[in-house]
Nanobody, 127 residues
Framework: QVQLVESGGGLVQAGGSLRLSCAAS????????MGWFRQAPGKEREFVAG????????YYADSVKGRFTISRDNAKNTVYLQMNSLKPEDTAVYYC????????????????????WGQGTQVTVSS
């Protein structure tokens, strides 16, 4: 397993942008599929975006496609989530997650796919 620490959350007005970061420990980061999830109060944790170990493949939830971009820097053991055109409905605690092994786009949306989770960072979008 890897240890994950998210940062970059905060309060932003609708239409604004934020960039979340997730720093990972361990020497196996480049072999990890990474995902971002979010959980709003009273709702289940939902998939936001995923990226393969090399960064060549990405996958997004329909609700964020065209607004959010997932990327990674394996030299820095860090995955990012650039969030643009934020909406009040994007308000949630955002979590990063890691899965060691192969990338299968169809599996990315399930929380059970992932081996490790961060503690989360709060994103609040005001209207």
């Amino acid at each position: 397993q890897v240890q994950l620490v998210e940062s970059g959350g905060g309060l932003v007005q609708a239409g604004g942008s934020l960039r979340l970061s997730c720093a990972a420990s361990g020497r196996t980061f480049s072999r990890c599929v990474m995902g971002w999830f979010r959980q709003a109060p009273g709702k289940e944790r939902e998939f936001v975006a995923g990226i393969s170990g090399s960064g060549a493949s990405t996958y997004y939830a329909d609700s964020v496609k065209g607004r959010f971009t997932i990327s990674r820097d394996n030299a820095k053991n860090t995955v990012y989530l650039q969030m643009n055109s934020l909406k009040p409905e994007d308000t949630a605690v955002y979590y990063c997650a890691a899965k060691q092994g192969s990338y299968y786009a169809g599996d990315l949306i399930y929380t059970r796919t992932y081996d490790s989770w961060g503690q989360g960072t709060q994103v609040t979008v005001s209207s």
